[in-house]
């Protein structure tokens, strides 16, 4: 005799509401820190060009060719913006305070990256320009600069204030801040490659601090 056929039910839970945030969290921190890798590399590698490349240097694309300076700017705009989601992660945290200069600073902050990779994007068709022709999209990626060294600093004081993070990620956002000025002086020399080699460095610990700071809070 045939058994009869029997069912079982099962029941699939969602992901919890509060892990699934901290996971995107923490690959948020990932990616950026990720990227400053790949960025921290291809400011070495543009510090060689600089050494060798026979462009003019008061040329827009300088030190490359207009080959490579499409694919490295393109490089440049997907990296940059590849960190903007760990600095909204370290926005919601709380890890820098909630005061005024914290919550302005961090505005300023994803503001000044958001413009610095649609300059990028926005100098793709003046490969051949000299930069006094497009002096106006120098000045957009120095305001976006600026914006963003502000918000760095701002942050970072109120984030070495509030103890969330500790060691060298707490010191993290100021140190950034204080590279950035550093490389408002270093804008026109030979070394700037190399400063902001050292700018994009300290993403690494800062993504790193984001992601950390996910897995703290899916342990407890």
């Known amino acids: 005799m045939n058994k009869p056929n029997t069912y079982e039910t099962v029941r699939v839970s969602p992901p919890s509401p509060t892990t699934a945030p901290l996971r995107s969290a923490r690959g948020a921190g990932l990616l950026c820190a990720t990227s400053a890798v790949l960025l921290v590399i291809g400011c070495a590698v543009t510090q060689w060009q600089f050494a060798v490349t026979t462009v003019p240097d008061d040329t827009w694309r300088f030190p490359w060719s207009p080959t490579a300076f499409i694919v490295t700017t393109l490089i440049w705009a997907t990296t940059q913006a590849a960190v903007v989601p760990a600095l909204l992660v370290w926005q919601r945290s709380?890890?820098?305070?909630?005061?005024?200069?914290?919550?302005?600073?961090?505005?300023?902050?994803?503001?000044?990256?958001?413009?610095?990779?649609?300059?990028?994007?926005?100098?793709?068709?003046?490969?051949?320009?000299?930069?006094?022709?497009?002096?106006?999209?120098?000045?957009?990626?120095?305001?976006?600069?600026?914006?963003?060294t502000v918000g760095f600093l701002m942050a970072g004081v109120g984030t070495v204030?509030?103890?969330?993070?500790?060691?060298?990620?707490?010191?993290?956002?100021?140190?950034?801040?204080?590279?950035?000025?550093?490389?408002?002086?270093?804008?026109?020399?030979?070394?700037?490659?190399?400063?902001?080699?050292?700018?994009?460095?300290?993403?690494?610990?800062?993504?790193?601090a984001v992601a950390g700071y996910a897995r703290t809070e899916t342990r407890a």
Request: hydrophobic fraction near 55%; glycine fraction near 16%; charge should be positive.
């Open 94 to 148: 709380g890890s820098a305070g909630s005061g005024f200069a914290a919550r302005w600073g961090l505005r300023l902050l994803v503001v000044g990256s958001v413009i610095g990779v649609v300059a990028h994007l926005a100098s793709l068709p003046f490969v051949d320009a000299k930069f006094e022709d497009i002096a106006a999209l120098g000045a957009v990626f120095g305001i976006g600069a600026l914006l963003a």
């Open 161 to 208: 204030r509030t103890h969330r993070w500790t060691g060298v990620f707490r010191w993290t956002p100021l140190g950034i801040g204080i590279v950035g000025v550093a490389l408002m002086f270093l804008q026109f020399t030979p070394l700037l490659p190399t400063g902001v080699g050292l700018y994009y460095l300290g993403f690494v610990p800062l993504g790193l």
